[in-house]
């Protein structure tokens, strides 16, 4: 069994900072990227941020310059660092990993319970 725990979501105002952390667990062979994706209300889920084993970084458009991922493979572990937060960055961010339990075993994705991210003034 894999899981994969998010944490640091809450209520800030417009303007502000937060760091979501997400921490994976359980049988683990190998994992490959990693990543952050958010839902908004009544939106569909969109990928913010990825990351590779190797450090190889990729956002989307409109967190460019505001957010960054980072990991630490030691601690197996993701992060993502969002500054300047504004309304629109409201959403539910769900941590997402491909990870191979087996040597064997194709990696498979992974997703956290997401944790909320609430900008409002």
């Known amino acids: 069994q894999v899981q994969l725990v998010e944490s640091g979501g809450g209520l800030v105002q417009p303007g502000g900072s937060l760091r979501l952390s997400c921490a994976a667990s359980?049988?683990?062979?190998?994992?490959?990227?990693m990543g952050w994706y958010r839902q908004g209300l009544e939106k569909q889920r969109e990928l913010v941020a990825t990351?590779?084993?190797?450090?190889?970084?990729k956002y989307t458009d409109s967190v460019k310059g505001r957010f960054t991922i980072s990991r630490d493979n030691a601690k197996i572990t993701v992060y993502l660092q969002i500054n300047s937060l504004k309304p629109k960055d409201t959403a539910v961010y769900y941590c997402?990993?491909?990870?191979?339990?087996?040597?064997?075993?194709?990696?498979?994705?992974?997703w956290g319970q997401g944790t909320q991210v609430t900008v409002s003034s």
């Open positions: 359980g049988t683990i062979f190998r994992i490959s990227a």
């Open positions: 997402n990993a491909r990870i191979k339990t087996t040597s064997v075993r194709p990696a498979s994705n992974y």
């Open positions: 990351i590779t084993s190797g450090g190889n970084t």
